[in-house]
């Protein structure tokens, strides 16, 4: 492994077999993917990274109160909706994320067409977002979704901020040879598999522990080099948090 600076699928893979001196009898294939799969969702929820940040646009349709989040959005960032029909030019309006608790009674359930009484339908300029379960999948319609207040009285241009799970490093046609992660987080995505492996093996405690600190050392330290380009309320000291699913603009 002298020299190496990044891993793709196959490197890391070695690299996992010789720090754990266990073969492919043991470390086969398929387990190898479950370590590297375990190891990247466990980064990505702890670090979440400016890499996987996208925008989606779309347009909000007049009396309904509810749009489909982007499709494998792991959370969203975000929501901005512009004062247009036609274009996402100009400044847009960051809409308040709040609670569905909160949107019901600041309609008291007379929004869109399902309000009780239509008469009054609470419908206009949307100021605030709340979002729904459901999500169990990939695609638009499976990935969970958010109640606009007021209902939109106009097909109001919008976007969706987001952050999405890439697709990680993986041995079959659904998985990738090389990521982000492999590329400039060798060492961190190393470690954590490491933790992974040691666990799965059952290995001495002293070894799980001396990975774990390397692994926690080594995200803290990637952290920092973000803080310069995050925008506000999001790490500010340096300390790594894990966000919560859907975290406020």
């Known amino acids: 492994m002298s020299g190496v600076k990044k891993y793709d699928y196959s490197t890391l893979t070695t690299a996992i077999r010789d720090y754990t001196e266990v073969d492919s009898s043991v470390l086969t294939t398929t387990v190898v993917d479950g370590i590297i799969m375990a190891a990247e969702f466990r980064i990505y929820q702890e670090l979440p990274m400016d890499s996987q940040r996208f925008v989606q646009e779309g347009t909000l349709a007049a009396d309904d109160n509810t749009i489909n989040s982007p499709a494998g959005a792991l959370f969203i960032r975000g929501v901005e909706v512009f004062n247009s029909t036609s274009a996402t030019t100009g400044n847009g309006t960051w809409l308040e994320k709040k609670d569905q608790t909160y949107l019901s009674e ?144």
């Open 106 to 249: 600041y309609t008291d359930r007379l929004t869109g067409p399902e309000g009780d009484l239509t008469a009054q339908d609470v419908t206009g300029f949307p100021k605030y977002y709340a979002m729904f379960g459901g999500a169990d999948n990939t695609t638009d319609t499976s990935s969970g979704g958010m109640y606009i207040a007021p209902t939109p009285d106009a097909a109001y241009k919008f976007r969706v901020y987001y952050n999405k799970m890439p697709v990680g490093l993986g041995s079959g046609s659904d998985g990738n040879s090389s990521t982000y992660l492999s590329n400039y987080f060798p060492q961190g995505l190393l470690y954590a598999c490491l933790v992974e492996a040691f666990t799965f093996l059952k290995g001495p405690m002293e070894m799980l522990t001396l990975y774990e600190n390397k692994y926690k050392t080594s995200i803290q330290q990637f952290a920092g080099m973000q803080i310069g380009r995050r925008r506000r309320d999001d790490y500010t000291d340096g300390t790594v948090r894990i966000q919560v699913k859907s975290p406020s603009p």
